[in-house]
């Protein structure tokens, strides 16, 4: 389903075709890569820390302005576009899902930082003065170790890497922490992940609740008290966040994309999607296409 979205692999940015890490002061990149300010998505892991610049970006067609010192994190499969404005610069790291399990042992460790959650409010963040010395030098090292050839290279990437992480993850995260319910309850965050999994082909509530061995009503009740939201508006929501991906793809028809979303017909897509977003899909592709011409 993702193939038929604008997607960038890493291998097609390296200039050594390198499939695992991709390390790059900002304005080198943009210049190489010119063709990345419109929207598209990621097979990989993708940080951007800006060092000076403005403008806006947007990830899943949520905007955010470009300030000195902001750092953002993205998983892959996520959509997002740039608006510069004047000179940018800072530094893009771009990481296969592979990179750090090897190493780790544990498939889940990223997932244990706030900012690859996937969701796009938590994981665009304006880094506290305190720590701009001690990430700008960590991302100087990561540049100076990405040029050398040494033995353990990748090692030293993984380990600053990893400092980076945890350096933003402890100064930020008691801030944003209250705001990541599906991080602090362990069974909206396994119900998260399983729609993630599943919402192509599961859509009731109470399937869910079966899978997570509760019942429908103890589903909803989490979902209320954490989300302010009943069970099935957050499967929909992910449904539409995903119906908003594909429509950004011009090479898909609605209906196409009503079928790649398992919607019996083209009508029945139109008539959910309209209820939930307030337009109808060509209305919206048509906005966003303007949105990103001005890019």
Not at 87 to 115: I, K, M, T
Not at 132 to 145: C, G, N, T
Not at 205 to 223: D, R, S, V
Request: with cysteine.
């Amino acid at each position: 389903m993702q193939a038929n979205i604008p997607r960038i692999d890493i291998n097609s940015l390296s200039e050594h075709k390198e499939d695992d890490i991709l390390i790059s002061r900002f304005a080198e990149y943009l210049a190489i890569h010119p063709n990345l300010t419109s929207p598209h998505r990621h097979s990989f892991y993708h940080l951007l820390f800006f060092t000076e610049g403005g403008g806006m970006h947007t990830i899943d067609f949520n905007h955010f302005e470009v300030k000195p010192y902001q750092i953002y994190f993205m998983i892959p499969g996520q959509v997002h576009s740039w608006d510069f404005q004047g000179h940018v610069e800072g530094f893009v790291v771009n990481f296969s899902g592979d990179f750090f399990q090897s190493f780790l042992l544990r498939p889940e460790y990223l997932a244990s930082f706030s900012f690859f959650s996937g969701i796009s409010e938590e994981s665009v963040i304006n880094l506290p003065e305190h720590i701009h010395p001690s990430v700008s030098q960590l991302f100087e090292d990561l540049m100076k170790q990405s040029a050398q050839k040494n033995v353990f290279r990748e090692d030293m990437i993984r380990i600053l890497l990893l400092q980076i992480f945890i350096t933003i993850e402890q100064n930020t995260s008691q801030n944003r922490q209250q705001n990541i319910p599906f991080k602090t309850n362990i069974l909206l965050s396994n119900f998260h992940k399983l729609i993630e999994k599943n919402f192509i082909e599961i859509r009731l509530p109470g399937e869910y609740a079966e899978l997570l061995n509760i019942t429908p009503n103890h589903l909803n009740a989490l979902c209320k008290e954490h989300l302010g939201m009943q069970a099935g508006e957050v499967i929909r929501n992910r449904v539409v966040l995903e119906a908003k991906r594909l429509l950004v793809n011009l090479g898909l028809s609605v209906s196409e994309i009503a079928y790649k979303l398992n919607f019996n017909d083209n009508s029945y897509f139109t008539k959910f999607f309209k209820k939930e977003v307030g337009v109808n899909p060509e209305v919206f592709r048509k906005k966003s296409t303007l949105e990103s011409g001005k890019h």
